[in-house]
């Protein structure tokens, strides 16, 4: 059996490298969150007043609003990856990509929308 490593066919280099890029910083940023959220906090979980005040320091809304579109752009790419083994025509992919695009923009900016509104009700 043969690994294949390296972008498919209709896959170029950079998207193939993007996906592969996310998922190390999607493993990087899993570890911080976990153990922020966690692990340090007594009890393994943090309350409605802490996750407010935690908020509240500045990197931390820059790094969830990152986490979340490097998820995205990790799974979206793969979901892709995945379309493109079925073979698709390039009109089909063409749809694909638009919808993968839209459907992904759509979710990062809900959650960056609720990342700022963690924000200020932390601020209140």
Known sequence: MLIRTGPKNREN???WFTKI??????IFLLGIHLIVNHLIV???LLSYRQ???YYQIPFIPIMEVFFLIIVFT???IGVRSIILDLNPSKRVLSIVDVALVSVAFIFIVYGTWLVIVVYQLGRL
């Open 13 to 15: 280099f950079w998207l």
């Open 21 to 26: 890029a996310a998922g190390f910083l999607i």
């Open 42 to 44: 007594p009890g393994g």
């Open 51 to 53: 996750v407010l005040a």
């Open 74 to 76: 990790h799974s979206f």
